[in-house]
């Protein structure tokens, strides 16, 4: 026996691997993460948006007042 296994270790391996297919819960995980993203995607895009608006909100000159200088009431 011990020459035998000797002999195996030194002989080069014909062996296939073979890789077994997701399973269920594996693709309800990628899915549940997939669904992660998307939510942060969400996120995120909203908190650009939301960054974008503030700056470009800008102070009147006349009043103060959050609006452009041209939209001002007290102009009228």
Not at 2 to 10: H, L
Not at 54 to 76: F, I, K, R, T
């Amino acid at each position: 026996m011990n020459e035998i296994s000797e002999n195996v270790i030194q002989l080069p391996s014909d062996r296939v691997i073979i890789t077994r297919a997701a399973t269920v819960n594996q693709k309800d995980d990628l899915n549940t993460l997939t669904q992660h993203i998307a939510y942060l995607d969400k996120i995120f895009e909203s908190f650009q948006m939301n960054t974008q608006q503030s700056s470009q909100a800008e102070v009147c000159d006349m009043c103060g007042g959050n609006h452009l200088n041209h939209e001002c009431d007290s102009l009228a």
